[in-house]
């Protein structure tokens, strides 16, 4: 079982990125997707989730500007962020979690490695 993220980096604030996750060895096809971070100093947090079926949770920090979505085909999940903001600065997890629910995404069967992302002001 694999999750890679990629897509990390340094983006000045206000701008945008584009989180990968591709997954391999479990059928990816029949779990939820969920995105998670940790800033230096801070506790890790939802940042996004999407159940099988399309419902998905953002935090109230990232409403508006982030976008969860996944490709079956590939066996890749992403996270496009706009409007990046310093506070959005952390490592960025993707993850499977088994609930998806109106305060947030728990029960991880699956972690990736994370991807940096620093916005600088």
């Known amino acids: 079982v694999q999750l890679q993220a990629s897509g990390g980096g340094l983006v000045e604030s206000g701008g945008s990125l584009r989180l990968s996750c591709a997954a391999s060895?479990?059928?990816?096809?029949?779990?939820?997707i969920g995105w998670f971070r940790q800033a230096p100093g801070k506790e890790r947090e939802t940042v996004s989730c999407?159940?099988?079926?399309?419902?998905?949770y953002h935090a109230d920090s990232v409403k508006g500007r982030f976008t969860i979505s996944k490709d079956n085909a590939k066996n890749t999940m992403y996270l496009q962020m706009n409007s990046l903001k310093p506070g959005d600065t952390a490592v960025y997890y993707c993850?499977?979690?088994?609930?998806?629910?109106?305060?947030?995404?728990?029960?991880?069967?699956?972690w990736g490695k994370g991807t940096l992302v620093t916005v600088s002001s």
């Open positions: 993850a499977t979690p088994n609930v998806v629910a109106v305060t947030g995404c728990y029960g991880i069967d699956y």
């Open positions: 999407r159940t099988r079926g399309g419902t998905t």
């Open positions: 060895g479990f059928s990816f096809n029949d779990h939820a």
